[in-house]
């Protein structure tokens, strides 16, 4: 998806315009400049189409030293990322010098700029959106983020100036396009150059759809992979918060692209709350998902260390216990070749339909010694028949006699000896109860 950023000095409503597009509360706002100091991200779906919105926070320290290299590096990383950038100002206070530098600095570098003047409270406000002018953009809108006040005619200005899906959706039938997560420092990129440095045909390095994204394209016994790589996942710097930070941005942008994660993880360290943030993003989207741990020849062999990690994975991320899990080392390539082997088989258990007639007689398998679940008052569920209403991944959904009957144990029951019987490896599972009208 495109990203829209939000830029402008402190205690100009940055963070009120961003909660106000986002529909819930996110970022913290405050009377005092600074008090953003997290970067902020959502997605916001108007009219059909969707984007990223990144909240910067405030992107100076102060009046007496406002593009100090810090701050300055933020700013180039913010401008990096967007394909529009909202400048916002104060109507109340009017343009100063500090606006018109972000002004010059977003001119440099080419940027689709929309200059927003906040706090336009009232109609007596109105005239102040001149103001906005003096920036020397031609785009210029007035609103109040606090009342809701211009946001329609916000967004009308914005969509049109987002980017169009440029993939060829003929060509990407043909591919598996996987997507690379992780967390900075566990081996993303030296395993992805491992990958692709093995005996494999590299067929060629190809722009990706979004800007900075480089994909390559791997052919390996006959199929075709699309990695979906950005530099700055990978890329160190000194302010490892911000990239950190936008990171995640292009992390999501990559995931919304793919059919295939894989997310690594470092086998010498316990997974965490990033680990598990990133594999939910991946469920919640539908992905197909498969678990690296990288660096495993760091880790002390004896037998049983496995059997440990795979049971920590299982207690630390159960709710991705679907995900097949391969132990590598991108340092000495151990099992970095059976990699592609595991995208494919998650890919197809993603794509997998299931005839309903061998559907149907699984669910009849799976409910035969089962007790139903009942209201107390000796009504008992009854499943009337089960159809696959999609995949990727794939969908359930199960007709009965009232649905609200269904408890979260059973849901979980059937998810899981369905997902038994098919072998559907590496894919979430959509379930839906229906009432048979």
């Given at each position: 998806?495109a990203v829209v950023?939000?830029?402008?000095k402190?205690n100009?409503g940055?963070?009120t315009l ?8 996110l ?5 005092v400049p ?6 902020l ?17 405030g992107l100076?320290?102060g009046?007496?030293n406002?593009?100090?290299e810090a701050?300055?590096?933020?700013v180039?990383?913010?401008?990096k990322e ?5 400048l916002v100002?104060d109507?109340?206070?009017g ?16 940027k ?9 409270d009232s109609p ?9 002018y003096e ?7 007035g609103v109040?983020a ?7 005619e916000?967004?009308?200005?914005v ?8 993939r060829d959706?003929?060509?990407?039938e ?5 997507a690379i997560?992780?967390?900075p420092?566990v ?6 150059n491992a ?10 390095e190809?722009?990706g ?8 394209i791997?052919?390996?016994?006959g199929?075709?992979?699309?990695f979906l ?24 942008r ?12 470092d ?11 990133l594999?939910e993003?991946?469920k ?12 495993w020849d760091?880790v002390p ?8 990690f795979v049971k ?5 991320m159960g709710?991705?216990?679907?995900a ?8 000495t ?6 990699i592609?082997s595991?995208v ?10 299931v005839?309903?007639a061998?559907l149907?007689?699984?669910v ?9 679940p009942?209201?107390?008052?000796g009504?008992?569920l009854?499943?009337y028949?089960c159809?696959?209403?999609g995949t990727r991944p794939p969908?359930f ?9 269904v408890?979260?144990s059973f849901e ?9 019987a098919?072998?559907?490896?590496g894919t979430?599972?959509?379930?839906e109860?229906?009432?048979?009208r």
């Amino acid at each position: 998806m495109a990203v829209v950023t939000i830029v402008g000095k402190p205690n100009v409503g940055k963070s009120t315009l961003f909660n106000r597009l986002i529909g819930r509360r996110l970022a913290i706002t405050d009377d005092v400049p600074g008090v953003t100091r997290d970067r902020l991200y959502g997605e916001v779906s108007w009219e059909g189409k969707s984007f990223y919105l990144v909240d910067t926070g405030g992107l100076f320290l102060g009046d007496d030293n406002p593009f100090d290299e810090a701050v300055r590096r933020q700013v180039m990383l913010s401008i990096k990322e967007a394909d529009v950038v909202l400048l916002v100002v104060d109507g109340k206070r009017g343009v100063d010098h500090v606006d018109k530098e972000v002004g010059e600095l977003l001119r440099r570098h080419g940027k689709e700029v929309v200059v927003v003047v906040n706090k336009i409270d009232s109609p007596k406000d109105s005239a102040s959106v001149y103001c906005g002018y003096e920036l020397g953009f031609e785009r210029v809108v007035g609103v109040s983020a606090e009342h809701g006040l211009g946001v329609a005619e916000l967004m009308e200005v914005v969509l049109p100036l987002l980017p169009q899906e440029a993939r060829d959706r003929a060509e990407a039938e043909s591919e598996i396009s996987v997507a690379i997560l992780g967390r900075p420092n566990v081996g993303k990129s030296s395993l992805f150059n491992a990958l692709l440095g093995d005996e494999r045909s590299i067929v060629s390095e190809v722009p990706g759809t979004t800007r900075d994204v480089v994909d390559s394209i791997l052919e390996v016994e006959g199929r075709r992979y699309r990695f979906l790589d950005t530099a700055g996942v990978r890329r160190r710097s000194r302010i490892r918060d911000d990239v950190e930070y936008y990171s995640v941005v292009r992390a999501l942008r990559a995931l919304d692209r793919a059919d295939v994660a894989l997310l690594i993880m470092d086998a010498t360290e316990p997974a965490t709350d990033q680990d598990k943030k990133l594999a939910e993003e991946v469920k919640s989207r539908g992905k197909a998902l498969v678990l690296i741990l990288n660096k495993w020849d760091l880790v002390p062999k004896d037998e049983l260390v496995g059997g440990r990690f795979v049971k920590f994975i299982e207690r630390e991320m159960g709710f991705v216990s679907w995900a097949p899990l391969l132990f590598v080392s991108a340092r000495t390539k151990r099992n970095v070749l059976r990699i592609p082997s595991y995208v494919l088989e998650a890919y197809d258990n993603w794509s997998r339909r299931v005839p309903t007639a061998r559907l149907n007689a699984l669910v009849k398998e799976i409910l035969a010694f089962e007790r139903m679940p009942s209201d107390g008052r000796g009504r008992h569920l009854n499943v009337y028949y089960c159809v696959q209403a999609g995949t990727r991944p794939p969908r359930f959904v199960f007709f009965v006699n009232q649905s609200d009957l269904v408890d979260s144990s059973f849901e979980r029951m059937v998810e899981r000896r369905l997902r038994e019987a098919l072998e559907l490896r590496g894919t979430p599972l959509r379930v839906e109860w229906r009432n048979r009208r």
